[in-house]
């Protein structure tokens, strides 16, 4: 029978949660690894300086922290709205 859009091979689909049995098995050798040369990480980290050790930190941050969004806000006493981005609890402005 051919594939007719809208309607699944599969009637009860794959349930809600599960996980891609690859995709874990990936994450689980990747995270053996990092684990396993934690303390030459820790050696090479100390080695960057400035721009260097932020780049790797902020893309380093970026699989372990939340994700955050920007806020929009208006701002009371101007018309124009004021760009924020969360950090923690703190509201950061950057415009």
Request: charged fraction near 25%; glycine fraction near 6%.
């Amino acid at each position: 029978m051919p594939f007719q859009p809208g309607i699944s091979g599969n009637a009860h689909g794959r349930p809600v949660g599960s996980k891609n049995k690859r995709s874990e098995a990936i994450y689980e050798a990747y995270s053996s690894i990092f684990e396993e040369n934690i303390e030459k990480l820790k050696i090479e980290l100390q080695k960057l300086e400035g721009k260097d050790f932020c780049t790797v930190m902020l893309t380093m941050a970026e699989y372990v922290l939340p994700k955050r969004s920007r806020v929009s806000l208006d701002a009371a006493k101007e018309d124009a709205p004021v760009e924020y981005f969360q950090l923690g609890d703190v509201m950061i402005p950057f415009n």
